[in-house]
């Protein structure tokens, strides 16, 4: 399977605990795309990364939340001392010349 | 104003019927436009893209678009229940495939039996 793949596919957390989630892009792409879905809501972009390097990050919030995408390994959405806002679903994507190809999520559940 | 306006529906189509869905967007600079599958609790899925004003036809998918009234429409032939979904419209403001993609928050289409 040559897509986006993402893991962990559900993360469950508690309040004020971290959560890492990781995406790696489809073989020969090296942008990377975080998109937010929450419940019954359209998606929303967060950030977009090339290999090393933050390209653009409008859509993160503030606080608690960062992104990396390193020159080796997988891009990592990092978000410290979760909160119940923060369940939604995480989605990563990649593209070609064409479109956005996404992964099957990662559902964050905080407790 | 919301960059990307969809119906929410939901959209009742009788199976093999047409099943016509559209979305406005704000940003009159917009060149590429982009149509998505999204079934429950998976993940969206690609379906059409269109960059030139007029149709474009995929199987019984096809895209519309009038940049003049910044108004882009999927049409689906011969509706299958297979085609019960909700379907996101998503605009790439600049042009490129190497930006961010605004989405609409999706109309959710039925096709009944």
């Known amino acids: 399977n040559a897509g986006v793949m993402q893991n962990p596919r559900h993360l469950v957390r508690r309040r004020g605990q971290e959560a890492r989630l990781r995406c790696s892009p489809m073989?020969?792409?090296?942008?990377v795309y975080w998109y937010r879905q929450l419940p019954e809501e359209g998606l929303k972009f967060m950030v977009y990364l090339q290999k090393e390097n933050i390209i653009d990050e409008s859509g993160m919030p503030k606080e608690r939340f960062s992104a990396e995408f390193p020159k080796e390994g997988p891009s990592i959405l990092r978000i410290q001392q979760v909160v119940r806002g923060d369940s939604a679903a995480y989605f990563c994507a990649s593209s070609p010349e064409q479109g956005q190809y996404f992964g099957p999520g990662t559902r964050l559940t905080v407790t | 104003q919301k960059e990307v306006e969809q119906n929410s529906g939901p959209l009742s189509v009788p199976e093999g019927a047409i099943a016509s869905l559209n979305c406005t967007y704000s940003?009159?600079?917009?060149?590429?436009f982009f149509w998505y599958r999204q079934y429950s609790g998976k993940s969206p899925e690609l379906i059409m893209f269109?960059?030139?004003?007029g149709d474009k036809e995929d199987g019984r998918f096809t895209a519309q678009l009038n940049k003049a009234s910044q108004y882009v429409s999927l049409l689906i032939r011969d509706s299958q229940p297979s085609d019960s979904a909700t379907y996101l419209c998503?605009?790439?403001?600049?042009?490129?495939?190497?930006?961010?993609?605004?989405f609409g928050s999706g109309t959710r289409l039925s096709i009944r039996p």
């Open positions: 269109i960059y030139s004003n």
């Open positions: 998503a605009v790439n403001p600049l042009g490129s495939s190497a930006s961010k993609i605004i």
């Open positions: 940003d009159r600079g917009s060149q590429s």
């Open positions: 073989k020969g792409h090296s942008h």
